[in-house]
């Protein structure tokens, strides 16, 4: 398949090139090089001087003029010049590019902006850098060796070609360097971040990738002036170009990596991005909630399609991209089986070859989102960030209405002739309500927030419960009951309120308490106790669904900024009738593990899910 011998042959040129590459190291780089005859290159002119000598050249000439390396050329430095031959429509497009990005405006550290500094010009990096290379470097017969650009490719340099691109005069010595004459100019070999600039068909991401081009100060190489107002300044400042999305999704533009990314086409990029946009509808007090949802929509398309080929274990089996983490996770979040095979991720897509890795261009749009940005997330009830426990007014003051304490899960324990494993889980909570002097309380309750949903889609929302024998501080055999409980949903208001109660339970940014709605219990779920009341069995591990299809109207997904922005709630509430509490026939006690929710792009899709007749493990939730 021609995909595989793309990626078979990426991994062999990566290994060749890793050890040309250090084998290039121990060239003397700054050796000058005897050529044509001279014995001394103090008298001879310089690599300009020969460029403004030929008139073939004129065309080159006006590119290096125009781009300000006519001084590099002229400068003491030793180079190493292979002048290429263009034709005048060739030298304009170069011109016309470094115009261009003169006028395109990168970030810096403070947030303001600059035009893009000379060194990072397109133009520059990908034309006039890559016919020079530091030092000086001249061929004698038969030679094969590898040579280094000013722009960080790496070209075979042989006696009579760079690259495959032949010599016309060659070994000429200036008075800075060396000096080569080619037919014509050598091709410009992208890695995977190039390779998105140049081809037209894939300008939507790049624009995308662009937007977060930015400048940061390197402070160890700039130059200290003093201090003023308690800020250092600087006398001279080096800036270098970086990208966040580098640093998140991978370093695509750097030439020791090995990317694959599989590429939306425009066609894809704007059906995705209008598939998308709905999922992050923003409360209006999130700032510029329109950039924002626009951005997270942007990087939902592109998120799951970059693959590090450096990590990957076996490809033919399956590739993972590089927002995979290696947890508990379901096992195929952010991981693609059999990618090759018919229906699979890359069959029959042709493979560009790139300096760090390759690009395969979808124009189809192949990434699952329930795959990537769209996984079943969950709410460990343990974690005190995602819960909230309710106040009580006593004598004025608000007290808790429970209490808490994080239990260990025990190994492994036998009860009632079974053999509970419990080691893959982390703790869980048990909280009881507590009574005060003069208030009965016989009943608990706990919020929980949904953090990282998406706007405008269906979720299932499912309760896990624990049994009390599953504690690893032990328990009693009157510990082990079921409890009747309730359920209350709340979501997110698209503008905050002001408190008009004295309810110590009031969240201006959700709806008044007294409005939460109390949820009936699911068609088909067994673990019900009435039409509004659900049970657990006490005596096992339950996974408890307590909401289906529940569509949302914001969202509290942002990559770019605070996830503290939960748009769904639910309040379990235990409803233990005081004759079974009193009997020992139930408990009020509730042991939760976590929640979890699965969001669906369809209703109907919801609807037909059912969880215990898959064989996904959720997040460290085995079901």
Known sequence: MKTRHYITTLATACLTALVLFFGACTDEWDSHYKGEGHDSSADQPSLLELVKADSELAQFLRVLERTGYDKVLGSPQALTLWAPVITEAEADSVIALYAAQKQTLITMPDGSQRYIQDKDNNAIVQFVQNHIALFGRSVSKEYNDTVRMMNGKYMILQDDNLNGVAFTRKNVVANNGIFYKIAHKEPFFANVRDFLDINPELSSVAAYYTLFDSYDLDEASSVQRGIVDGKIVYADSVLTLSNQLHSTLGWINREDSSYLFLAPSNEVWEREYQQFLPYFTY??????????????????IIRGRIF???E??????????????????????????????????LHGLTAWTCSNGMVCMDNEGRVDPMLTFMEGRFVLASNPDTRRTPMLTVNTQSQPQVSVLNRAFVDTVSYNGHLYYFGNYSNFMEMQPI????????????YFYLPNTLSNVFYNVYLVTVPAFASADGYTEASVRPTRFQVFYNERLMDSRKSTTTNPNDDENFGAPNQDRALS????ETHSAGNNYFQTSGDRMDFILIDRARQTTVSGYNM????????????????????????GTQTNVMRIYCLIYIPFSTKEEAEAFDILNTDITFYNVSI
């Open 312 to 345: 990957q274990k076996s490809i033919q089996d399956s590739i993972v991209n590089t927002m995979h983490q290696n947890t508990n996770s379901y096992h195929g979040l952010n991981v693609f089986q059999r990618p090759f095979d018919a229906n699979g991720l």
């Open 308 to 310: 590090n080929l450096n």
């Open 521 to 524: 219990v699911p068609e088909g």
């Open 435 to 446: 009574t005060y002097t003069g208030q009965s309380n016989p009943n608990c309750s706990m």
């Open 560 to 583: 770019f900024g605070s996830n503290n922005l939960p748009a769904m709630r639910y309040r379990v509430t235990s409803a233990v009738r005081p004759p079974d509490l009193n009997a």
């Open 283 to 300: 409360v209006n007090s999130v700032e510029n909630r329109d950039s924002v949802a626009d951005l997270n929509a942007k990087f939902a």
